[in-house]
């Protein structure tokens, strides 16, 4: 049964007084055994002698007060919270919806004015351009005095965002319908209209009005740009504009605002060619690494507006650069800003780093369709590579606090670049083989197989399914080098011996293969037991498909005799020497 707050409040003053009324009965029987102990002595002299008797008990210690024990009372049960209001009974978005219709209404208010006046005859363009101009202070002076009087910041809002988009207006429409300003001027007005509001935003230390005035700004200029072959830098100005307002005011909105309408202004600078694309990444890439670097302040919306957004945008303007020279200014950029990422994203500079080498194949990709073809051929671009991401190898091994990703990326990339040559090599295709660039190539991947050998200590740390990865891959260029050498080589000697060339290298590649199995299962030391099996095994397996799958029907005559008899004798002595190594070192 559940009580009442009032009948709940009577139980627990009837608990109170008889806790209280059994305290002062046990006070009074101690006051009772206190008498009868002191009067005893009296009553015992005056007694008539009697025989002994015998000791008296003494009289049981009185019992421990008990513990007043509590009543159980019902809990009462907590109120269930009201439900939010529907959107439509909330002051706070009824408020905003009154203020976006305000800034949309007074807009329409003054085109409706101007186009009075043009029926009319009332002004001419210049007295509508001024009574424009005119109608955008007064609003901006509203807002002033709203502020002043410190009346609803919805009306701040609502007054200056009115002011910017007439001013806005105003000016695109002095460039695209009167004709009076060259474009760039134009351009230049909206610039420091956005540079004005946003600093007034960042003086009155207000978050929101700044974010409502970038995306305004944003708004006006894309479609200044839409309308007409008009200058296209300053459709990125919002984005540089709120990232710079933002520094020390620890507005995270903000920042993320900016990182977000960073890569939405690269494309859209695409609309025409008043500027060049590469210039405005450069330019928001290096304001965006600027702020956050400089602002020192940590937070996660720093890691999107120095590095997340810069990123992408690299990206999106390497994918839709439109010349070759460009797409080399914005792949130099992007090795500079993992120069950067190193140096001061260090936990997260995997990512630049793994994307490097697929930069590197958009470059090559697109090369010859931008017309590359008068500067760096498709093939000597395959070179370069190696020779450039030997060097970075080099680094990542010096400073290995990375995942495996950017050398999957090395050697996956690596592959696809050299798929001709691959085609060349697997596909009896020797001839393209004899070419002094197929040399050139070759020699380049001897370079980065060098250089992964030099620093395999790197890998140990990696899973060993990675390991496997790898070293696949290291086989199949391995496979490319040797053969383009020895078919080149032998073509020197003639015609005829180029053939004798092809087959030899692959017979080559299947010993190497089978000996360096041996050496890593029966010579060396340098891997741990487990290591050399696991590595070993895959060299020894990867020969013997190679012999069965490739050999068999590739080569002829004395070169597939020896690869079968030499790797054949190498097995059986792995089998006799490694049960004889594991023995002694189990003995």
Not at 130 to 135: F, N, P, R, T
Not at 145 to 174: I, Q
Not at 455 to 471: D, K, L, N, S
Request: aromatic share 10%.
């Amino acid at each position: 049964m559940k009580l009442n707050d009032s009948d709940q409040e009577r139980l627990r003053n009837i608990a109170d007084k008889l806790n209280d009324a059994e305290t002062a009965l046990d006070d009074i029987r101690k006051d009772l055994f206190t008498m009868y102990e002191s009067s005893q002595p009296e009553e015992e002299m005056n007694a008539p002698p009697v025989q002994p008797e015998p000791e008296p008990q003494l009289a049981p210690e009185p019992e421990p007060e008990p513990e007043p024990v509590a009543l159980a009372v019902d809990k009462p049960a907590p109120v269930a919270k009201e439900a939010p209001p529907p959107f439509w009974q909330d002051e706070q978005f009824v408020i905003r919806a009154v203020a976006v219709g305000g800034v949309l209404i007074t807009l329409a208010g003054v085109s409706l004015l101007i186009a009075l006046a043009i029926q009319n005859g009332w002004l001419g363009p210049l007295g509508r351009v001024i009574g424009a101009w005119l109608i955008a202070a007064l609003l901006l002076g509203g807002a002033v005095v709203v502020r002043r009087r410190g009346l609803a910041k919805e009306g701040l809002y609502a007054l200056t965002t009115a002011s910017l988009l007439t001013s806005s207006l105003t000016t695109m429409a002095t460039v695209s319908m009167l004709g009076w300003w060259p474009p760039i001027v134009g351009a230049s007005v909206l610039v420091v209209l956005l540079a004005l509001f946003s600093s007034l935003a960042r003086a009155w230390d207000d978050e929101m009005m700044l974010n409502i005035t970038i995306v305004s700004g944003f708004i006006m200029f894309f479609l200044y740009l839409t309308s007409g072959d008009f200058f296209t830098f300053p459709v990125i100005a919002p984005a540089l504009f709120i990232a710079v307002c933002s520094m020390q005011k620890r507005w995270t909105s903000s920042r993320n605002l900016a990182a977000l309408i960073g890569p939405v202004a690269i494309p859209a600078a695409l609309y025409q060619d008043g500027f060049p694309l590469s210039m405005t990444v450069i330019i928001g890439v290096a304001v965006f690494v600027s702020v956050a670097l400089l602002d020192e302040w940590g937070d996660p919306s720093d890691l999107n507006l120095g590095f997340t957004s810069p990123m992408v945008m690299l990206g999106i303007g390497a994918l839709l650069s439109e010349s070759f020279l460009e797409l080399t200014v914005m792949v130099a950029t992007i090795a500079g800003f993992t120069i950067l990422a190193v140096l001061f994203y260090n936990k997260y500079a995997v990512f630049p780093l793994t994307m490097l080498p697929l930069v590197y194949l958009l470059w090559w990709s697109r090369a010859s369709a931008l017309g590359a073809g008068v500067i760096l051929e498709r093939p000597t671009l395959v070179a370069v590579y190696f020779v450039v991401f030997s060097g970075l190898a080099w680094w990542i091994s010096r400073h290995n606090n990375y995942n495996w990703y950017p050398w999957a990326s090395m050697f996956g990339i690596g592959i696809l670049l050299t798929s001709e040559l691959g085609k060349a090599v697997l596909f009896k295709k020797p001839l393209w083989l004899t070419d002094h660039i197929a040399l050139v190539q070759a020699i380049a991947i001897l370079v980065f197989m060098v250089t992964i050998f030099l620093v395999r200590h790197a890998f140990q740390r990696y899973p060993i399914a990675a390991q496997v990865i790898i070293g696949i891959a290291g086989l199949h260029l391995s496979a490319l080098v040797i053969v383009t050498v020895t078919t080149y080589l032998f073509s020197l000697l003639g015609e005829n011996s180029m053939w004798l060339g092809y087959l030899v290298g692959h017979a080559l590649v299947s010993i190497s293969w089978m000996l360096l199995a041996a050496y890593i299962l029966v010579v060396t030391n340098a891997f741990s037991r487990s290591t050399s099996l696991a590595v070993g095994l895959i060299l020894a397996i990867a020969s013997v498909v190679k012999l069965v799958f490739f050999d068999l029907g590739t080569l002829e005559g004395v070169p597939r005799v020896i690869a079968f008899l030499i790797s054949g004798l190498a097995l059986l002595a792995i089998a006799s020497l490694r049960a004889k190594k594991t023995k002694s070192l189990n003995a």
